[in-house]
């Protein structure tokens, strides 16, 4: 099976292109095309649509053009990668907003029949959460107890079927020189090798 056969989407939740996570995503999608794997980039601030479920679950809303593009490249993914910043240690509200757009019943789950039990559809896929923090991510993990990776960890990838989920802090990125910043996109670089290694092995 060649390498372009694996997939690889790449979903940034920060709404500034300027950002640190911006360029974080940038450097993770060019080393895995010098890596021969087929990659694809979804930015979340750049698509349209409305990000508010406004309706709940009581009614539901037609999933405009560009989240129906995103979810035909998760679905065809083999590896999803996500970047964002926390933000009063949670996601960003855009970024949020796309998981209860898009993560849906009969889309990424569905119910088993009368019962509260859900078969999650991204069964067969892996993921990886790259995180940015104005504190270092041990502290994030120990005092705060991380639940912005926790909730889409578990809450959102693990409950829709995605069984094997990394995660990797960077902080602290507030005040960060030049060099570490080069450093941590160094170290982007070799996540990209080792999940091309571990959705070709």
């Not at 065809?76 to 970024?95: E, K």
């Amino acid at each position: 099976m060649s390498q372009l056969s694996k997939r690889i989407v790449v979903i940034n939740g920060h709404p500034s292109d300027i950002s640190f996570n911006h360029a974080l995503a940038h450097n993770y999608v060019a080393q895995v095309k010098t890596l021969g794997v087929h990659v694809d980039l979804v930015e979340i601030a750049k698509l349209d649509f409305e990000p508010n479920l406004k309706y709940g679950y009581e009614k539901r809303m037609d999933l405009e053009p560009d989240l129906m593009n995103a979810l035909e490249k998760i679905q065809a993914a083999d590896h999803l990668v996500w970047f964002f910043p926390v933000w009063w240690g949670g996601l960003p509200a855009i970024a949020k907003g796309f998981i209860d757009r898009l993560f849906l019943p009969n889309l990424v789950f569905s119910y088993r029949e009368n019962s509260n039990r859900v078969i999650g559809h991204l069964h067969s896929k892996s993921a990886r959460l790259i995180t940015t923090l104005d504190q270092p991510g041990w502290f994030y993990r120990w005092y705060y107890g991380e639940p912005s990776t926790r909730q889409l960890k578990k809450a959102t990838l693990q409950f829709c079927g995605v069984s094997r989920v990394k995660v990797n802090y960077i902080g602290t990125v507030r005040g960060a020189s030049s060099d570490q910043r080069q450093k941590w996109l160094n170290q982007i670089g070799k996540y990209a090798e080792k999940d091309c290694q571990l959705i070709s092995s």
